[in-house]
C-alpha cells in the first residue's frame, strides 16, 4: 500500500470518529449557551489538560516553527519561550483566578469586573477574535501544504476539505464536541511527537554541538547562535507571551473548568509539555537545514518526514499532524464564534434567549470558518500571521486588563461576579485599547503597551466612571 493511500486512509478514519464525536454531544451542547460555550464550568482536569495540549499544538507550531527554525535557528527560541512560556505565566498568575468565575470571554470579564462598558467589550472582541481567526487560518494553511506534500494533492481542495470537517463538527457539538475530540487528539499528540523527536534528531546524533558543526558545513552556521539584540529578544518575547495572555482560547478552557486549581493544573502542566515541543520543533527546522539547505522554509517539515522517515513513522507522523490541525483548528473555531456571539452580539441584543444565541454561535462557525479559509488561501506566512494578531492584540487588550486589575477601588474586597472593583473609566478602555493595537502594529509592541498604559491610566483620571460604578460608588459611602 502507497503513502497517499494509506494517508488517505487514516485521514478518513478519523474525520469519521470526530463527526460521530458531534453527533453523540449535540444535544448536551444545545441545552443552554453556557453549555455550548464552556460546558457550564464543569470540566474536570484530564479533559482541560488534554484539550490544552491538543489546542497548543496545532499544525500552524509544527510547520511555521520547523519553517523558522530553518530560516533564523536559535532567533526564533526568544519568540518560542514568549508564545508558549506564557502559558505558564498564565497558569501561575491568570488561570485560578479565571477558574473562579463562569464568563463565557474575557471581553465578558473585563466588562463586569472592571469598566461596565459594552463598546470597549466589542473592541476587545474584535481583538481576541483576531487571534482565534489567523489560528485558524494557519492550521489550514499548515494542513494543506503537509498534505499536498505526502500526497501530491493541490493545497487549495485539501484546505477547503479539512475546514469544513471541522466546520462541521464544531457546529454541531459546540464545546462538547472539541473537548472530547481534544482528548483523543491530545493523547495522540504527546505519544507520536515523542516518537517523532527522537527519529528527527538522529541524524545529528541528538547532539546540538553535532548539529551545530553540520550547519557549519553547509554554510548555515549562523542559526546556531542567538545573533540579537537585546532588544529584539525582549520585543520578540513580549510579543509571543502578551499575545497568547489575550488569547480568549485559554480563558474559555479556565471559565470551563470545575473550579479554579482544575484551570491552574491544566494549563501549567500543558504549557510546560508544549513549550519543550516547540522549541524542538525549531531545533528540527535546524536539522533539515543541516541535511538539505536548499529547500523552501514552509516544506522543511514534510521534507524531513518524508526523506528521513520510514514508511509507517511516516504514516504515524503524518497522524499526529492532521489530529494537531483538527484540535487547534476546532477550538480556536469554537472560541472565534463564541466571542463574536457573547461580545459582538449579546452585549447589543439582551433580549435574545439561550437557543437563539446557541442558533447564532453555529451560524457564526460557519461564518467564521469560512473567513479564516479565506484568510489561509491569502496568508504567506504561518508564523507571520500569527505574530500580526498576537501584536495588535496583546499590545491593546493587556495594559489595559493589567491597569483594571490592579488599580482596584477597593483594595481589600476581592473580585466577584457582578461587582465592580477598578478606577478605570469606559473611556479609559477604549483610549487604551485602540491605542495600544494601532502603536503596537506601527512602532512595535514594547511602544504600543507603554503608550496603553499610560493612556489608560490618564484617560480614566480625567473622565468619569461609568454609571453603575458611580452608584456602587454611593452605596460604599452610604455604609
Not at 463586569?112 to 481583538?127: C, P, T, Y
Not at 483594595?411 to 478602555?429: D, H, I, V, Y
Not at 504600543?448 to 459611602?477: A, C, R, W, Y
Request: net charge neutral.
Amino acid at each position: 500500500m502507497t503513502l497517499t493511500q494509506l494517508t488517505w486512509i487514516v485521514t478518513i478514519i478519523l474525520c469519521l470518529v470526530f463527526l460521530i464525536i458531534s453527533i453523540r454531544t449535540k444535544d448536551s451542547a444545545s441545552t443552554s449557551f453556557l453549555h455550548y460555550a464552556i460546558a457550564g464550568g464543569t470540566l474536570p482536569f484530564f479533559m482541560i489538560l488534554f484539550t490544552d495540549i491538543s489546542s497548543i499544538m496545532g499544525v500552524g507550531n509544527f510547520i511555521g516553527h520547523g519553517a523558522k527554525g530553518y530560516e533564523i535557528g536559535y532567533a526564533n527560541i526568544p519568540f518560542v519561550v514568549g508564545e508558549q512560556g506564557s502559558k505558564i505565566i498564565f497558569a501561575l498568575l491568570f488561570a485560578g483566578f479565571a477558574g473562579r468565575f463562569t464568563y463565557i470571554t474575557i471581553a465578558e470579564l473585563m466588562d463586569d469586573l472592571l469598566f461596565r462598558d459594552k463598546v470597549s467589550r466589542a473592541i476587545i472582541g474584535i481583538l481576541t477574535a483576531s487571534i482565534m481567526i489567523s489560528w485558524i487560518a494557519g492550521q489550514g494553511k499548515g494542513l494543506g501544504e503537509i498534505f499536498a506534500a505526502f500526497t501530491g494533492a493541490d493545497p487549495l481542495p485539501i484546505i477547503l476539505f479539512f475546514s469544513a470537517i471541522f466546520i462541521i463538527y464544531t457546529c454541531l457539538g459546540g464545546i462538547y464536541s472539541v473537548v472530547w475530540t481534544d482528548l483523543i487528539q491530545g493523547v495522540l499528540v504527546v505519544i507520536l511527537g515523542v516518537a517523532f523527536y527522537y527519529m528527527a534528531f538522529a541524524p545529528v546524533n541528538w547532539s546540538l554541538t553535532e548539529l551545530k558543526l553540520q550547519l557549519t558545513s553547509v554554510g548555515a552556521g549562523e542559526l546556531a547562535s542567538m545573533n540579537l539584540s537585546f532588544g529584539e529578544v525582549i520585543t520578540k518575547f513580549i510579543t509571543g507571551c502578551f499575545g497568547i495572555l489575550a488569547a480568549q482560547m485559554y480563558w474559555q478552557r479556565c471559565f470551563a473548568a470545575r473550579d479554579g486549581k482544575t484551570a491552574t493544573r491544566g494549563m501549567l502542566y500543558s504549557g510546560i509539555i508544549v513549550i519543550v515541543f516547540t522549541i524542538l520543533t525549531t531545533l528540527v527546522g535546524m536539522v533539515a537545514k543541516a541535511l538539505n539547505p536548499n529547500l523552501e522554509a514552509n516544506h522543511a517539515m514534510a521534507w524531513m518526514i518524508m526523506e528521513q522517515m520510514p514508511l509507517f513513522a511516516t504514516v504515524l507522523i503524518f497522524t499526529l499532524i492532521l489530529v494537531a490541525a483538527m484540535s487547534s483548528a476546532d477550538s480556536l473555531l469554537h472560541s472565534a464564534a463564541v466571542i463574536v456571539v457573547n461580545d459582538l452580539i449579546r452585549p447589543f441584543a439582551p433580549n435574545k434567549t439561550d437557543q437563539d444565541l446557541v442558533k447564532l454561535t453555529r451560524w457564526c462557525v460557519l461564518i467564521v470558518g469560512i473567513f479564516a479559509v479565506v484568510t489561509a488561501i491569502w496568508a504567506d506566512s504561518i508564523i507571520g500571521l500569527f505574530s500580526l494578531a498576537y501584536t495588535m492584540a496583546g499590545g491593546g487588550v493587556v495594559p489595559v486588563l493589567l491597569v483594571g486589575l490592579l488599580w482596584k477601588r477597593l483594595r481589600a474586597t476581592p473580585f466577584t461576579m457582578g461587582m465592580q472593583n477598578s478606577k478605570l473609566s469606559p473611556w479609559g478602555a477604549r483610549v487604551g485599547l485602540i491605542t495600544g493595537s494601532i502603536f503596537s502594529l506601527w512602532l512595535g509592541i514594547l511602544y504600543g503597551i507603554t503608550i496603553s498604559f499610560l493612556l489608560t491610566i490618564i484617560v480614566s483620571l480625567l473622565t468619569p466612571l461609568s454609571h453603575q460604578k458611580t452608584e456602587d460608588n454611593k452605596m460604599d459611602h452610604t455604609v
